[in-house]
């Protein structure tokens, strides 16, 4: 699908604009060329991710400070030309530093809410007064670090925010790119052993754990 | 031949004109129009407080008793506005408070307000009677002491969702004896108790009380007590409404509650203990507005009370209301207009409770007059849109949030295009519309083509090319607000509209595919608008110009580019040589 426009402001703006013709104007001619992901409606519906990397093979670790595009070489196909356009599905994984979700802001429900119902599930509707603290809300958190099988960059979780693997283990997929159906999630627990996660009961699993990593799981 | 009214006459037929709008354009029919409007205009709404400055302000309108002012973009209420980004009332309160000594309200949203502002307030204005803040932060209980103190003819204090810093409940105690003018009181987002029997005696001598929100730190054993004494009030919120279960403390919440004869809102609910549900029963039928969006109480509880609320108007409930309770709502509501469903668990990914789409068609069915919709849930399809669309063509905001991005209809696996392409057609009069689920650039089509009176629209993980957008900017006319995250819109578009952009207060865009180069060229050739780039990386300037940036805000202004921003928000395209 190509984006068919006369690609310049109307004649009947502004003065200063009218010599200004965004036909010129192409993305493509600036300089560096653009590594984007790009995903076929029917993987999308599947869930799956197939991004196309750019010439330089080896994975790719994400440091802190490259741009929003996430390259993995993992999945390429020999065939696949960075420039062949499948679908025009362009897709930015957003990276927030510390952030213990892999999406700020989404469902888009005010943080005071989740709050306030957080608090009220936690406390198991316990009356009387508030807990007299700074009124933004977070009560404990409780955060650990997470990392992914083969990615460098650790990352961390507030524990606090969920309430069963199910939220936990979708949070985490997203954070890193991957499908849940891809990743098993284990977790390091106070004697220092690794266990599977969902081998034990979400509560004992809160007692015990101390560090996450999540695993491929084609095996 | 002239031929005009005398001043005063055209003064008094002005008198009459409330709606912004109107003023506006009487104000540009001829000069002395002009300037007899700006004279008498008393309310200003600045929707965008960075759209003008106040200096302006205060020159064209030099006699105003009524301020509201808006700052932070509408995502800020999801964490994506970084902290620091902006919004500072107190420049505006200083020339305010300089150049309007006669104000009487002052509305704030999504602002930071300190508590110098707050001061400066309750000392600067000797008439002031309102004072409403929404989802406003950066003050303590303190700013709210010097307000209860030295504001003599305070009629209204309300504070919603903000966020404050909880240092006592003394500030309640601040206000004096001989204070009795208030009319609205709304303190349900503190957590700090206040001393009971300073709201008591503030209740008390406050004839006129006419909305009271608690907060949750006032026991539900003291509520009997407070509607004893304002038995007037038409708007309640009850602290937390819970207690172990005494006859006593129920018969007592009956009777008082069966007092209030105006009551025609309720809100609260935290900490719900059914058992003490019935005491508000007998309110129900008088019940216009009813939020029990905090109330974490099953189905049965929930559809028993709709059952009974034959005049809702508005309900905001929680999804635990399911379908069951929304085809009740349906059934006994037919005046309903308005409803907010909220989801109770957001996080979890699999559905903990029984709420589809089928409970948003039951009340399009059975509820003529709904205008206004907003529902969290996990699936959706197009003919259930559709069926929403047929059914409810009056429709005039309609936000949905499938909870998963991208889900697509889950009876046909397809995207929603053609679901929400239904909505617009239909629903000829919608000025608000919030998508969800998985679309294509189809859907976008169908907006361009079909949204003509849309105001607003919120876009979350949608679209498929730079097409999508620019079917929304080329084709809705009055849209004035657009939010855009994590889709593939990027530059094309963004510069084949450009002029649409002076059309509108403002754009968001963040996780998009718009980078810093369009960015700088956009600001550079539209003075009218302000290019803000919000991107706290490192090394900003060494990340190439077709890089995209992570969050985009542009609105229109006359105040030119503002000097309060933090080091990661950057004009871009003015005469800036931080960032080439």
């Not at chain 1, 957080?118 to 997470?146: F, I, L, P, W």
């Not at chain 1, 979400?202 to 095996?219: D, H, I, N, P, T």
């Not at chain 2, 509650?257 to 029963?281: M, T």
């Not at chain 2, 929400?420 to 629903?427: A, D, L, N, R």
Request: charged fraction near 25%.
């Amino acid at each position: 699908m190509e984006l068919q426009l006369a690609l310049s402001l109307s004649s009947s703006s502004s003065s200063s604009c009218s010599q200004f013709d965004l036909n010129d104007y192409n993305p493509e001619t600036l300089q560096g060329k653009a590594t984007f992901g790009f995903m076929k409606t029917e993987d999308l519906l599947n869930r799956k991710v197939r991004v196309t990397g750019n010439e330089d093979e080896k994975e790719l670790r994400v440091p802190k400070t490259l741009p929003l595009l996430f390259c993995n070489n993992s999945k390429q196909d020999c065939g696949d030309d960075v420039n062949e356009v499948e679908s025009t599905f362009l897709f930015i994984n957003h990276k927030n530093c510390g952030d213990e979700n892999g999406m700020i802001g989404w469902p888009p429900v005010k943080s005071s809410r989740n709050m306030k119902l957080c608090h009220q599930k936690n406390h198991g509707g316990s009356g009387g007064g508030g807990d007299g603290s700074r009124g933004d809300g977070r009560s404990k958190s409780m955060y650990v670090k997470v990392q992914m099988e083969g990615d460098g960059i650790a990352r961390k979780v507030d524990l606090n925010l969920h309430h069963s693997y199910h939220s936990l283990v979708h949070t985490l997929a997203h954070m890193f790119g991957k499908c849940k159906e891809d990743v098993k999630l284990t977790y390091q627990d106070k004697e220092g052993d690794w266990l599977l996660a969902t081998d034990v009961p979400w509560g004992l699993f809160m007692e015990a754990v101390q560090r996450l990593k999540l695993v491929r799981s084609s095996y | 031949m002239a031929y005009s009214f005398p001043e005063e006459v055209l003064e008094h037929v002005f008198s009459f004109l409330s709606s912004e709008k109107d003023r506006n354009a009487v104000s540009l029919v001829c000069k002395s129009w002009y300037e007899m409007e700006r004279w008498c205009r008393r309310r200003i709404f600045v929707g965008n407080c960075y759209a003008v400055n106040p200096k302006i302000m205060i020159r064209r309108f030099p006699e105003v008793k009524s301020v509201e002012l808006k700052g932070k973009p509408h995502f800020a209420d999801f964490n994506l506005v970084p902290e620091g980004w902006g919004g500072y009332a107190y420049p505006w309160i200083v020339e305010i408070a300089r150049g309007y000594p006669w104000l009487e309200e002052i509305r704030l949203k999504r602002m930071v307000v300190t508590d110098e502002s707050l001061e400066l307030i309750s000392k600067s204005f000797k008439n002031f009677k309102v004072l409403v803040l929404s989802s406003c932060e950066g003050f303590s209980t303190d700013g709210l002491a010097a307000i209860a103190a030295n504001c003599r003819n305070l009629r209204v204090l309300e504070l919603r969702e903000c966020e404050v810093e909880d240092l006592s409940g003394h500030w309640l105690s601040h206000f004096p004896d001989s204070f009795t003018s208030l009319e609205s009181l709304n303190m349900g987002c503190l957590n700090s108790e206040v001393s009971f029997s300073a709201l008591e005696r503030l209740v008390a001598r406050s004839p006129n009380l006419k909305t009271l929100r608690l907060n949750r730190a006032v026991p539900l054993e003291k509520l009997p007590t407070l509607l004893q004494l304002a038995p007037q009030l038409v708007e309640l919120g009850t602290g937390s409404y819970s207690a172990e279960i005494r006859s006593d403390l129920c018969s007592s919440l009956l009777e008082a509650f069966s007092r209030c004869k105006n009551l025609k809102g309720l809100s609260g609910f935290w900490d719900v203990v059914p058992a003490y549900l019935p005491a508000f029963y007998s309110m129900c039928p008088r019940l216009t507005f009813l939020n029990l969006s905090y109330a974490t109480t099953q189905s049965p509880d929930l559809t028993k009370i709709v059952s009974q609320c034959h005049n809702l108007q508005r309900l905001w409930v929680l999804d635990y209301i399911e379908d069951t309770g929304l085809n009740a709502l349906s059934m006994s509501c037919k005046d309903l207009q308005e409803l907010r469903v909220f989801p109770s668990d957001p996080f979890v990914a699999d559905a903990n409770v029984l709420l589809t789409e089928q409970g948003l068609v039951s009340v399009s069915e059975g509820c003529p007059k709904l205008q206004s919709v907003l529902y969290f849930c996990r699936q959706f399809s197009n003919s259930a849109l559709t069926t929403i669309a047929k059914n409810r063509p009056n429709l005039t905001t309609f936000r949905l949030c499938i909870l998963e991005p991208r889900a697509p209809d889950y009876l046909t696996f397809e995207p929603l295009d053609s679901g929400f392409g239904s909505i617009v057609q239909h629903c000829k009069n919608l000025r608000r519309l919030s998508l969800s689920g998985l679309l294509t650039d189809r859907v976008f089509q169908h907006i361009g083509t079909h949204a003509k009176k849309l105001d607003m629209l919120s876009i979350a993980f949608a679209g498929d090319s730079d097409l999508g957008l620019h079917y929304v900017l080329s084709g809705c006319e009055s849209l004035r607000k657009l939010e855009i995250r994590d889709c593939p819109f990027g530059d094309k578009a963004l510069l084949a509209n450009a002029d649409k952009l002076e059309t509108m207060r403002s754009l968001w865009m963040s996780s998009c595919a718009v980078s810093f180069g369009a960015c700088k060229v956009l600001g550079q050739k539209m003075p009218g608008l302000n290019v803000e780039v919000i991107d706290e990386r490192e090394n900003l300037d060494s990340i190439p110009h077709n890089s995209p940036v992570e969050k985009l805000y542009i609105y229109r202004t006359v105040a030119g580019e503002r000097f309060d921003m933090p080091h990661f928000v950057r004009t871009m395209g003015k005469d800036n040589r931080r960032f080439k």
